[in-house]
């Protein structure tokens, strides 16, 4: 494979990784963007912090195991199963560890 297919299918890679990420991410974060019930769990610092952080390690996971790869096997569908595969490890992970914060409904707390 030449370096400019090899490098195009790496970029490739990495926008799929960068899409795919923030798109799964989108349903958990958004009660923490809208808020839920009169606003009272708004955390807009989903966007800012936690938004590009999944943006930039949807692209790097998979653009990293696809250059390990392609170094060690040489081989470009071996290298492009790997990345796949190290995207969808980190999807899962992404979907199993990261939860965004939630505060308890107004009414149901202590004392009532």
Not at 28 to 36: E, V
Not at 45 to 52: A, G, I, N, R
Not at 70 to 92: F, K, Y
């Amino acid at each position: 494979m030449s370096p400019k297919a090899s490098g195009a299918a790496g970029c490739l890679l990495a926008g799929l990784g960068a899409t795919t990420a923030p798109l799964v991410w989108a349903p958990r974060a958004a009660i923490s963007i809208d808020g839920g019930f009169e606003g009272h769990a708004r955390d807009l610092s989903v966007l800012y912090v936690d938004l590009p952080l999944i943006v930039l390690g949807g692209a790097l996971v998979p653009l990293f195991a696809w250059t390990l790869t392609t170094r060690w096997v040489r081989r470009p569908w071996v290298a492009a199963l790997a990345a796949v595969a190290a995207l969808a490890l980190g999807v899962w992970g992404l979907t199993e560890w990261w939860t965004p914060r939630r505060q308890p409904n107004p009414g149901y707390g202590p004392g009532i």
